[in-house]
C-alpha cells in the first residue's frame, strides 16, 4: 500500500472532488471529475518513492485530499489499483505520515453492512469486515476475513500478519467448500498461514452441516502450496475374505519438475500378498507428452501348505507416447505399449474396459519423412491373455519410395500420352518375428536362434489410369513380390511314423510371385422426381466393375507323396513365411462387382433453407465374386455381399454375407463341383452372415453453467485420460442399443449368435446420474457382464457407487469424498472384490 501514495503535496489546503472522482499517479498526479478536469503537476512536489506503474484510485461518491496531514479519505464504492494489486471498500483513508491505510465497510439506510473490504493480488483474495495496515511494516490487522487461495477458503475471527507476510489467526476455520455458510469446515482455534508453503493449525475438529463430528485433532497440516507438491497418499483400508485385512493404495507422490513426476501406490494385505505400482507422466509443451505405468502384484490363494494354494506372480506394462507434430514434422516418435502376463486382469483390472479384454496390442514407432521416399524403424507386439498366444516383430524396417512416373516428360507440350500416367512404387520390409507363449518368453525359455524368423520383402507395383470412352476408366497393374528368407521348409514322408513330416532347411531361400491385373470402371447415374407427395426425388448410383487378375506361379512348387495311400501333394518351399507364402500355380480370374448407393430427397419443415432433407437408404450394396479360367473345378468363388444404411440419423445397420454356389455331399459334407442351382430352386448355399445394429439416443444438450474455457490444457487431458472419473451432467440422459446376430453353415451344422447390448445413463435429479453397461446372450438366454454406477452431486462432496450386480465378477465399491484435490484423502470408502464375494 505504501506505493499508492508517495507523492508529497506542496502547499497546506484541503482539495476535495465529488461525483464519480476518480484519479491517475504516475510521474504526475492528475485528478478527474465529471465536471472540471484539474492537472496539478504543476502544484505537487515528487516523492523520491515515486512509482513508475500507473496507480488508479477512484471512489463513487468523494475523494478528500488534506494536504497538511498528507491524509487521503475515499467515500462511496471506493477503489485503489496498482498492477495485480485491487482494493475495494466502501471507504479507504490512507495516512501518508504514519504509513497506514484502512478500510472499512459502510451502513445502508436499512441498516445492512456492505461495501465491506476485498483485497486481492492476483490468484490471492481475502475479505474482511475491517482492515488496519501499515505500508512501512508489512504488519496489519483484519477483523472477520476470509481468505481465498485456489480451492482454498480461510476464515477467522481476528487476524495479524507480519512482516514476512504469514498470518495469525484466530477461531478460525479451513474449508473447500465456496458458500459463505460452508457445507464442511475445520473449526480451528488458532492457525497460522505460511505462504505458499502450509497452514498449520491448533486443535482442529471436523463440522459437517454444522454438527461438529468425532474426528479431531490436536494439531493439523493443510497444503498451501501451487503447482506440484511431494507428499504421503493415504492408504484405504478393509478386509478381503481371502487374503485378510488389507491396506491399499497408499504411497508417496513426487513431483520431479513440472515435467515429469512420479507416483508410487502400493497394497498389502496381512495374509502375505501385495502390490506394487508405479505412475509417471511427463510432458514438453509443443514437443511430445506421455505416461508410464508399472504394476507388479503377488497374490496368495488358499493356505500354504494345503493343495490348493497357489501363488501368482504377476506384472502389467502400460507406456504412451506422442509428439507434437509441430515438433518436427520431418520425424515423428510414437509408443502405445500394452504387455504384461496373462492373469494379471484377473485379480488386478479395476475398469470393465481392462477386464473384458483378451488381445492386447503394442507398437514403438519412429518415422522419418525424405522429399520422395519416408522410412519407418517399429518394433510390434500382440498378446491374447486366453491362448497365451505371444508375437513379437521386432525390429522391422519399412522403407518406401513415393510414386513417381518414369515417363512423364519434364516439358510437355499438347495433351498427355497414355503411357505418361504410368506410376512407379518401391515397398521395402525387412523384419524380425518370434511366435511363442507368453510363459515361456517370461522364464527365458526360448531358443532365439532358431525360432526367430528373419526376412526382407520388395514390392513394386506399376499401375495406371486410362480414359476409355469418356466413360469408362481402366486401371492396369502389375505387382512384382519377391522374399528372401532364412528358413524354407520340406516335406518328406517317414517310414516309421507312416506319415508325412516337415523339415526346417536352414539356408538362404528366394520366394517370387507377379500379379497382372486391369480393370474396367464406370459410374451410372439414376434420377426419379416425383411431382407430388412427400417424397421429392430419388438418387440411384451404379458402380459396376470387371477386371481379370492373372497369375503365372513363377514360384512353383514342390511334391510330396504319401507312400501308404499313394496320393502326392503339392506345396509351396514357404508354407508359413511371414511374408505369406506364393502362389504355387497358375490362376486367371475373372472378377466381377457391383455397388449401388440409393438416396432419397423429402420435404422436411425443420429445413428452413431448402425444404428438404436426404435420406440414404443404402448407402452402400455390394456383390463380388471371381471366376477362375484356368482352374479344372471350383472355377467360381463364394459370392460376398455387404450391406451399409442409415435410415435415420441415430440408427446403423451394417450387414455382410458370404453364400457358396457348390453343393455338398450328402455323406461328407464335403464341397462338391456341382452347383447348387443344379439341384433345387437356390442359385447358393449361405455359409455366414453377420448383422448388427445399433441405436445411439440422447435428448438435447443443455446449456453449460460453467464457462468451459476456465479449464486449461493439463486439465483437460487428465479428463480425456480418465473419463470414467468424470461426470458430464451436460446431457440428462443418453441410450446406445446394439443387436449382433452370427450366423454360421460352412456344411450341414448351423451355429447362430444372439446377443444384445446397451448402455446408457439418466440424470434423475439436477445431482443424480445413474448409469448401466450390459448385455444380454439371447442363445443362452442370460445376462452378460453388467456393471452399474450412481453419482451424487453434493456441491463440495460427491458419492460414488460402482457395483457388478452379478456374475462371476461381483463386486462394488463406495466413495464417500470431498471434491477438492487438496483434501482428496478426506474420503469413507467401503469395497468388495469380486473374489471376496465368492
Same mark, same amino acid.
Given at each position: ?91 479507504? /483513508?490512507?495516512?501518508?505520515? %504514519?504509513?497506514?491505510?484502512?478500510? $472499512?465497510? !459502510? &451502513? ?5 453492512? @456492505? ?71 475445520? /473449526?480451528?482455534?488458532?492457525? %497460522?498461514?505460511?505462504?505458499?508453503? $502450509?497452514? !498449520? &493449525? ?5 463440522? @459437517? ?400 433453407i431448402s425444404g428438404f432433407k436426404k435420406i440414404k437408404i443404402f448407402e452402400n450394396l455390394s456383390i463380388d465374386s471371381r471366376y477362375d479360367v484356368l482352374a479344372d473345378s471350383f472355377q467360381l468363388s463364394p459370392f460376398t455381399m455387404n450391406l451399409r444404411t ?193
Amino acid at each position: 500500500m505504501l506505493l499508492l501514495f508517495t507523492h508529497l503535496l506542496a502547499k497546506p489546503a484541503v482539495v476535495v472532488y465529488t461525483k464519480h472522482a476518480s484519479a491517475y499517479t504516475n510521474d504526475s498526479v492528475r485528478v478527474d471529475s465529471i465536471k472540471n478536469q484539474t492537472k496539478l503537476s504543476d502544484t505537487l512536489k515528487i516523492s523520491k518513492n515515486a512509482i513508475d506503474e500507473k496507480v488508479k484510485y477512484q471512489a463513487l461518491d468523494s475523494i478528500i485530499f488534506v494536504v497538511d496531514s498528507q491524509l487521503v479519505f475515499l467515500y462511496g464504492k471506493a477503489e485503489v489499483y496498482y498492477g495485480e494489486v485491487n482494493l475495494k471498500a466502501g471507504e479507504i /483513508a490512507i495516512d501518508q505520515q %504514519k504509513n497506514k491505510v484502512e478500510a $472499512k465497510g !459502510v &451502513t445502508d439506510s436499512t441498516g445492512k453492512k @456492505v461495501d465491506n473490504p476485498d483485497f486481492s493480488d492476483g490468484a490471492q483474495n481475502f475479505k474482511a469486515k475491517h482492515i488496519i495496515y501499515n505500508t512501512k511494516t508489512k504488519k496489519g490487522k483484519i477483523k472477520e476475513v476470509t481468505t481465498v487461495d485456489g480451492e482454498s477458503y480461510l476464515r477467522g475471527e481476528s487476524v495479524k500478519k507480519d512482516s514476512n507476510n504469514v498470518s495469525y489467526m484466530q477461531h478460525g476455520s479451513y474449508t473447500t467448500c465456496n458458500l459463505e455458510h460452508p457445507h464442511y469446515y475445520f /473449526a480451528l482455534s488458532k492457525l %497460522k498461514v505460511i505462504p505458499d508453503d $502450509k497452514i !498449520v &493449525t491448533g486443535p482442529a475438529n471436523l463440522v @459437517v452441516a454444522d454438527v461438529p463430528t468425532p474426528l479431531a485433532l490436536p494439531f493439523g497440516f493443510f497444503p498451501n502450496r501451487k503447482g506440484q507438491a511431494n507428499g504421503i497418499l493415504l492408504p484405504t483400508y478393509g478386509q478381503a475374505n481371502n487374503y485378510g485385512f488389507f491396506l491399499k493404495d497408499g504411497g508417496y507422490y513426487l513431483g520431479i519438475n513440472e515435467h515429469f513426476d512420479v507416483m508410487i501406490r502400493g497394497d498389502i494385505y496381512t495374509r502375505g500378498s501385495w502390490a506394487l505400482r508405479t505412475q509417471s507422466q511427463y510432458a514438453q509443451k509443443y514437443r511430445y507428452n506421455g505416461n508410464f505405468n508399472l504394476s507388479y502384484a503377488v497374490f496368495k490363494l488358499g493356505e500354504q501348505g494345503f493343495p490348493n494354494f497357489q501363488k501368482r506372480r504377476d506384472f502389467f506394462v502400460r507406456w504412451n507416447h506422442a509428439q507434437d507434430p509441430k515438433a518436427n514434422p520431418g520425424s515423428r516418435f510414437s509408443a502405445d505399449v500394452n504387455f504384461g502376463t496373462s492373469s494379471f486382469n484377473q485379480l488386478n483390472a479395476t475398469n470393465a474396459n481392462d477386464i473384458l479384454s483378451n488381445t492386447f496390442q503394442s507398437s514403438i514407432q519412429y518415422n522419418k519423412t525424405f522429399a520422395k521416399s519416408n522410412l519407418t524403424l517399429s518394433a510390434r507386439q500382440s498378446q491374447n491373455t486366453n491362448t497365451r498366444k505371444f508375437d513379437i516383430s521386432a525390429p522391422e524396417l519399412t522403407y518406401a519410395v513415393n510414386r513417381f512416373y518414369p515417363f512423364k516428360r519434364k516439358n510437355p507440350v499438347g495433351a498427355a500420352r497414355w503411357y505418361e500416367d504410368i506410376g512407379l512404387t518401391y515397398t521395402n520390409s525387412t523384419r524380425a518375428q518370434l511366435s511363442t507363449i507368453d510363459s515361456l518368453l517370461y522364464k527365458g525359455d526360448v531358443d532365439w536362434r532358431r525360432q526367430v524368423s528373419k526376412g526382407t520383402n520388395h514390392i513394386i507395383p506399376i499401375t495406371s489410369a486410362i480414359k476409355l470412352f469418356k466413360y469408362f476408366t481402366l486401371s492396369p497393374t502389375a505387382t512384382y513380390t519377391e522374399s528372401w528368407y532364412l528358413q524354407s521348409v520340406r516335406k518328406s514322408f517317414d517310414s516309421e511314423s507312416n506319415a508325412i513330416v516337415t523339415d526346417t532347411i536352414n539356408k538362404f531361400a528366394r520366394a517370387r510371385d507377379l500379379t497382372m491385373n486391369a480393370s474396367l470402371r464406370t459410374i451410372v447415374y439414376g434420377m426419379y422426381q416425383f411431382k407430388s407427395g412427400p417424397v421429392k426425388a430419388l438418387r440411384h448410383v451404379i458402380t459396376p466393375n470387371v477386371g481379370f487378375t492373372y497369375n503365372p506361379g513363377i514360384s512353383g512348387f514342390s511334391t510330396v507323396k504319401n507312400e501308404v495311400t499313394g496320393n502326392t501333394t503339392n506345396y509351396s518351399r514357404f508354407e508359413g513365411a511371414m511374408f505369406g507364402a506364393p502362389t504355387i500355380v497358375k490362376t486367371g480370374f475373372v472378377n466381377m462387382g457391383l455397388v449401388n448407393n440409393l438416396e432419397m430427397k423429402v420435404r422436411s419443415s425443420s429445413d428452413t433453407i431448402s425444404g428438404f432433407k436426404k435420406i440414404k437408404i443404402f448407402e452402400n450394396l455390394s456383390i463380388d465374386s471371381r471366376y477362375d479360367v484356368l482352374a479344372d473345378s471350383f472355377q467360381l468363388s463364394p459370392f460376398t455381399m455387404n450391406l451399409r444404411t442409415m435410415p435415420f440419423e441415430n440408427i446403423n445397420i451394417n450387414m455382410n454375407a458370404v453364400a457358396d454356389p457348390y453343393a455338398l455331399s450328402d455323406v461328407s459334407g464335403r464341397r462338391v463341383n456341382d452347383f447348387v442351382a443344379n439341384n433345387g430352386s437356390q442359385l447358393a448355399r449361405l455359409t455366414s452372415m453377420n448383422i448388427a445394429v445399433g441405436v445411439n439416443l440422447q435428448s438435447k444438450q443443455a446449456k453449460p453453467k460453467t464457462d468451459s474455457k476456465t479449464g486449461n490444457k493439463e486439465e483437460l487431458d487428465e479428463i480425456n485420460r480418465n473419463r470414467y472419473q468424470y461426470v458430464d451432467f451436460n446431457i440428462p440422459w443418453t441410450l446406445n442399443v446394439s443387436y449382433n446376430f452370427i450366423y454360421n453353415k460352412p456344411a450341414f451344422t448351423e451355429n447362430i449368435q444372439q446377443t444384445l447390448s446397451f448402455n446408457g445413463d439418466i440424470n434423475v435429479t439436477e445431482n443424480w446420474k445413474v448409469g448401466m453397461n450390459s448385455g444380454f446372450d439371447l442363445k443362452q438366454m442370460k445376462f452378460t457382464y453388467t456393471s452399474m454406477n450412481i453419482y451424487r452431486n453434493l456441491h463440495c462432496w460427491e458419492i460414488r457407487l460402482n457395483m457388478v450386480p452379478f456374475g462371476f465378477r461381483k463386486s462394488y465399491s463406495l466413495d464417500i469424498n470431498v471434491k477438492s484435490s487438496i483434501l482428496q484423502d478426506l474420503k469413507l470408502s467401503r469395497k468388495r472384490d469380486w473374489f471376496d464375494l465368492q
